[in-house]
């Protein structure tokens, strides 16, 4: 029997909205959050972190998601020095509580204590026939790992707008980043930082 896991992306972010209730359903009872101070030095690493990825001479993902990751921090450290209602704080912090509370307690989830296994043999074979397609046209391209990815640039050279619907997004550092799944690792042998995966190689567990 042929069987799938779900986006990790989607694995990810449901443990972790999980885990962002709770900690707020734990904090009900305040209203107000109290005062906090920052350490000194704050600002000064950050500047020097931002900095240094603008200096770079090729961006990659990690640049990106590290200026994402920035931006997350100078919000939350702005609602850590402006201490203000338990609502404002947690819409400045959460997408650092997100990952924070996932890894003090993402592994205490179950989340291999599956009670519906659905086979992805019906549907992975059409995938597999769409992304062939895609590649067959030219706009996508294999990897020496067994990954497939859409090249943006390629598509556009054809006369196509990737960007149509929203094309102020198009060079987004945090949209590009989220491209990847929140779970993958290794090194990522795409072309550009901008192409995104359509199939992705196996990886252990």
Do not use: C
Request: glycine fraction near 6%.
């Amino acid at each position: 029997m042929n069987t799938t896991d779900i986006d990790d992306k989607i694995i990810l972010s449901a443990r972790r909205q999980y885990l962002l209730a709770r900690f707020k359903e734990e904090h009900a009872g305040q209203e107000t959050v109290g005062d906090t101070v920052l350490a000194e030095t704050f600002d000064e690493e950050v500047n020097k972190a931002y900095k240094e990825t603008l200096q770079s001479q090729s961006v990659t993902v990690d640049d990106l998601l590290l200026r994402a990751h920035i931006g997350a921090a100078q919000l939350a450290a702005d609602a850590l020095q402006v201490p203000g209602t338990v609502s404002e704080f947690f819409a400045k912090t959460e997408d650092v509580l997100l990952p924070s509370l996932d890894t003090l307690h993402g592994a205490s989830l179950d989340s291999n204590n599956h009670q519906i296994l659905p086979e992805s043999e019906p549907k992975v074979t059409h995938i597999v026939d769409f992304v062939s397609k895609i590649v067959a046209n030219g706009f996508g391209y294999a990897t020496a790992d067994g990954s497939v990815y859409f090249g943006i640039n390629s598509f556009e050279k054809a006369g196509h707008s990737y960007s149509r619907l929203e094309p102020w997004n198009k060079n987004d550092p945090a949209l590009l980043a989220d491209r990847e799944g929140s779970l993958s690792k290794g090194t990522l042998m795409k072309r550009s930082p901008n192409h995104f995966a359509l199939w992705k190689a196996s990886q252990a567990g």
